[in-house]
């Protein structure tokens, strides 16, 4: 049911957009890419490029990021044992911020169009690099303590950004605040590998180790009377974790409160199983992104909104309703 909801998702978000393509026209572009003599055409040019080169790719990478962001949110509730951890939360997405920042303002494009997403995926790892090298320096391996860890990291690094936006030239600000706001229009099928591959194979080990995860949300002394290293498993899990989330964040920007929202309301469908609910997160991360791009493209088309600012709404919103559950 899962797969077909977000093959319906993908689908509708390829058909609906400032120029709308008949779902039959979606489907025999496709099938004419795939196999081609196949059927004859009977759309044009114009109506093929619109399908294959721009929207189709984009909704892709759409799948891919809301799955990336719905799979790490789930682990890292898992592992901190908090209900609001977010994969934003532990200073990764402020080291994105911090290399795209240095590539659109500063360095500019030495390395063509995959400079921004290259140095975003760097700046990410090293922020995780610097959120696990102060939390061992200061024995702060414990769940509460590395997520304060990854704050305190999160606002050094985005001062550092701010001064970067600061030194920088104020016409390309405009650039950088789309960026940061998150956005899908720039995919591209050579893209699209990276975070497939990274997403695939994350998902594979933290599916294979969701015994220890559902340990994890019980106490490091249950996981230790298991058997499992508790600090040593939670220190791998967010290297994956921030793995994810940095390949990710690099070619979409950054895109908040999917991680949050998802596994709560996939946890109230299939229950609190780690093993279920990573792939039903994953599948329904990928739906709710496709339908927040959907949203981000339509309601103000011809103009594209970035997507941060829908998930934001609808994130705001659920907080809200998620702190008064909590206090029920």
């Known amino acids: 049911m899962g797969i077909a909801a977000v093959l319906l998702s993908v689908t ?13 026209t979606v489907w025999g572009v496709v099938l004419d890419k795939i196999a081609p003599g196949w059927i004859d055409p009977w759309w044009s040019p114009g109506r093929a490029a619109i399908v294959w080169d721009m929207r189709l790719p984009r909704v892709l990478l759409a799948a891919l990021v809301g799955a990336g962001l719905a799979l790490t949110g789930t682990v890292l509730q898992s592992v901190t044992r908090n209900p609001l951890a977010d994969p934003h939360l532990l200073g990764i997405s402020s080291g994105a911020a911090f290399g795209a920042i240095l590539a659109l ?9 995959v400079t921004v997403p290259l140095l975003a995926f760097l700046g990410a790892l090293a922020a995780a690099g610097l959120v696990l090298a102060v939390a061992s320096f200061a024995r702060a391996a414990s769940a509460d303590r590395l997520v304060l860890t990854g704050v305190a990291v999160s606002f050094i690094v985005m001062a550092l950004a701010n001064i970067l ?3 920088g030239d104020p016409r390309a600000a405009h650039t950088v605040i789309f960026w940061m706001l998150g956005g899908l229009g720039l995919a591209q099928w050579s893209h699209l590998i990276w975070p497939a591959l990274v997403l695939a194979g994350a998902g594979l080990w933290l599916r294979a180790v969701s015994g220890p995860l559902n340990a994890m949300t019980i106490g490091d002394e249950t996981a230790a009377t298991l058997g499992i290293p508790a600090a040593r498993f939670r220190l791998a899990v967010f290297v994956v974790s921030a793995l994810v989330t940095g390949v990710m964040v690099a070619f979409s920007g950054i895109i908040g409160f999917v991680g ?4 709560h309301i996939v946890r109230l469908i299939v229950g609190g199983d780690t093993a279920r609910v990573i792939p ?4 329904a991360g990928a739906v709710f992104l496709i339908w927040a791009d959907i949203a981000a493209r339509t309601l103000m088309r011809p103009e594209d909104m970035p997507i941060g600012i829908v998930t934001g709404l609808v994130g705001g919103v659920f907080f809200i309703w998620l702190l008064r559950r909590q206090n029920r």
């Not at 303002?105 to 169009?113: D, R, S």
């Open 260 to 263: 949050l929202m998802v596994p």
């Open 165 to 167: 936006i600061f030194l």
């Open 280 to 283: 039903a997160a994953m599948l």
């Open 12 to 24: 509708a978000g390829v058909s609906i957009g400032a120029v709308q393509v008949p779902l039959w």
């Open 105 to 113: 303002l500063h360095t500019g494009m030495f390395l063509g169009p």
